[in-house]
């Protein structure tokens, strides 16, 4: 079973940044690709962010020019960097990885963006 962590989420005021990471159980090299995803209360789960093991980024149009998605296979992590954030981006920040045919998914991390 492959697990998957994330971390870094917590509370930040509106314009701020916060940086989120993901670990894995495997090596983050072979996963084809990995994402984040997030849900706000009472709404349906969206894309934020994708990596693939190229290194070809894609961004949910909410995010684009303020998230960078990033992987450092030395590490085995994974970033999500937030920068001007808005009390819109207050969700809980899930990680996913494509490994072998399969997604895993962390158990989520919240940010709040609240003054």
């Known amino acids: ?9 917590g ?5 701020g940044s ?3 990471s993901c670990t894995a159980s495997v090596t983050i090299a072979s996963m084809n690709v990995m ?5 706000a209360p009472g709404k349906e789960r969206e894309l934020v962010a994708y990596i693939t093991s190229s290194g070809r980024v894609n961004y949910g149009d909410p995010v684009k020019g303020r998230f960078t998605i990033s992987r450092d296979n030395a590490k085995n992590t994974m970033y999500l960097q937030m920068n001007s954030l808005s009390p819109e981006d ?4 899930y990680c996913v990885g494509s490994f072998v045919g399969h997604n895993y998914s962390g158990q989520g991390t919240q940010v709040t963006v609240s003054s």
């Open 11 to 15: 509370l930040v005021q509106p314009g």
């Open 90 to 93: 207050t969700a809980v920040y």
């Open 35 to 39: 994402a984040w995803h997030r849900q």
């Open 1 to 9: 079973q492959v697990q998957v962590v994330e971390s870094g989420g």
């Open 18 to 20: 916060l940086r989120l």
